[in-house]
């Protein structure tokens, strides 16, 4: 048994191991520079150094020893090789949706149509009109585009375009109520998730918040109590990820439209997801479109560009011309504004909405939506079908009826019915099983109820069927298999569970 200044001594020079990388065979590093190679190799010695300094006692060393120095060089050189090629595998990767939420902002929320992937890739590979008239051969306005297409499509007299819904909320209200007063009800402080949360939104910006009424009923009267001359807005925010149910009371936005005309302030509507189209026709509960909740009165809606819209990522304001463009003069404007790209697929998706019926066919996240269950049901037995009997065996896996869900806060009571395969193996806990398919290549992201994982079939496309229906025949291969199912790092408490019930 080796002792720890011994280990130390026996490791090799950084030129030693460079030495054996560099020899010609397989596993050369073609392509690498040799500063990269060095730098892997530095690296890896340290890390075994650091082993052998941190090692507690004798027994712990005693796994570090090797025999040979030409082991220790080689068992470096792998671990080099290891680094090298760890650094170059791309972090984000792209990833199977499995579970239902179509507009899933941790997955990326809204896929682009066609279209929108076609402008993007232009606007990146080649040089545009960004902000430059081409008639008068001089600097135009920067989303002008975009703005022609929301009038039309909502109505508004005017309309821009910031980096997301967030950075438009924040932007109107500092550009329209800086240290002045907005009134907003107690029932629509809402937190969106990650880090928006209203109030806090409102203290950034430098306006002041006054809440009005309770958490579950607000009426006209709180309203007019509140509004003092400080007064500068009046907001309407959609309660989009949440409903209060019971004895409930809000002031519909066309009231507080007419009170906000007798008191002469504008009032604002934060809708978030915001569509422009009705779908209600398609099952989904209806929830006023933009171009209504102007026409009832709101003198400024903000939404995103990436929720019900379907596009990229952006943030919406529409509404009263003066209203607008403060926003777009603002110094802080030009710190919100969107990427030439986001503002390419924004077009585009917008182009596909001047007709609603092309929109329902061509941007994904309203085909999605609008689906046919039928044909959710034909993606989930054609899944099945690709298994064979013993793997469909060794998975537990079987058709089932679920529901899923919007997302993104929006409509957030109403469940689409779907199809899904659900897996339940003997051999391994829901909770391993889940950890399995997001380490497969593609990862699957699924979702875990009543101790089976569930694979929704609406938010899985129809060329991921094939494979994965492949990652799952593998997967069952090895569950079936006489070699132990030996579970991936950092697994292991999940896995020893047996799946139960
Ligand atoms: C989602 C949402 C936002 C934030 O929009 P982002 O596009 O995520 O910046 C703001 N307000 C409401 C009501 C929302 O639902």
Same mark, same amino acid.
């Given at each position: 048994m080796a002792d720890r200044s011994e280990l130390l001594r026996s490791l090799p020079s950084v030129e030693e191991v460079l030495a054996r990388l560099r020899a010609p065979g397989p596993g050369g590093e073609d392509g690498v520079s040799e500063r990269s190679l060095a730098?892997?190799?530095r690296e890896s010695l340290e *890390?075994?150094?650091?082993?052998?300094l941190a090692a507690a006692d004798e027994a712990s060393l005693g796994s570090l020893t090797v025999p040979s120095r030409e082991e220790t060089v080689l068992l470096i050189a792998a671990e080099a090789r290891e680094r090298l090629a760890a650094a170059r595998k791309p972090y984000l990767v792209p990833l199977i949706n499995a579970t239902g939420v179509v507009v899933h902002t941790n997955l990326g929320r809204s896929l682009l149509s066609a279209e929108a992937q076609r402008a993007l890739l232009e606007a990146a590979s080649r040089h545009t009109n960004l902000e430059y008239d081409l008639r008068a051969g001089r600097r135009g306005g920067r989303g002008e585009g975009v703005a022609r297409l929301l009038r039309r499509l909502t109505g508004a007299e005017a309309a821009t375009v910031v980096n997301n819904n967030a950075g438009a909320v924040f932007l109107a209200l500092r550009a329209l109520a800086e240290g002045r007063e907005v009134v907003v009800s107690r029932g629509e402080l809402v937190e969106i998730?990650?880090?928006?949360?209203?109030?806090?939104?409102m203290r950034a910006s430098g306006a002041r918040l006054i809440e009005v009424g309770t958490t579950n009923r607000t009426h006209l009267r709180d309203y007019e109590a509140a509004i003092s001359p400080e007064a500068a807005l009046l907001l309407k925010v959609h309660t989009s990820n949440f409903r209060i149910l019971g004895f409930t009371a809000e002031v519909p936005l066309g009231e507080l439209a007419q009170l906000a005309r007798e008191r002469e302030l504008p009032l604002m509507a934060d809708l978030g997801s915001g569509s422009l189209v009705d779908l209600a026709p398609h099952g989904l509960p209806g929830e006023p479109t933009v171009g209504e909740v102007l026409a009832a009165g709101a003198d400024i809606v903000t939404f995103s560009g990436d929720k019900l819209l379907g596009g990229p990522q952006a943030g919406v304001a529409v509404g009263r011309r003066a209203l607008v463009e403060r926003l777009a003069r603002h110094p802080l404007f030009r710190a919100l504004r969107p990427d030439k790209l986001a503002l390419a697929a924004l077009e585009a998706t917008l182009r596909a909405y001047l007709e609603p019926e092309a929109?329902?066919?061509e941007v994904p996240t309203l085909s999605l939506l609008t689906?046919?269950?039928?044909?959710?049901?034909?993606r989930a037995? *054609?899944?099945?079908?690709?298994?064979?009997p013993e793997a469909r065996r060794a998975l537990g896996a079987r058709l089932a009826h679920v529901e899923s869900q919007v997302g993104g806060g929006a409509l957030p009571l109403s469940k689409l019915p779907s199809r899904a395969v659900t897996l339940a193996p003997e051999r391994l806990s829901a909770a391993a099983l889940d950890a399995r398919l997001r380490a497969l290549e593609p990862p699957v992201v699924a979702r875990i109820q009543e101790q089976q994982v569930v694979l929704d079939m609406r938010t899985v496309r129809p060329e991921e069927v094939a494979p994965l229906a492949r990652s799952l025949a593998r997967l069952a291969e090895e569950l079936l298999g006489p070699p132990n199912v030996g579970p991936p790092n950092g697994e292991g408490a999940a896995d020893a569970q047996s799946a139960g019930g």
């Open positions: 730098e892997a190799v *890390a075994r150094r650091q082993a052998i998730g990650g880090s928006f949360r209203i109030p806090d939104i929109a329902l066919r689906e046919p269950l039928s044909s959710v049901s034909r037995r *054609a899944l099945l079908r690709r298994l064979r």
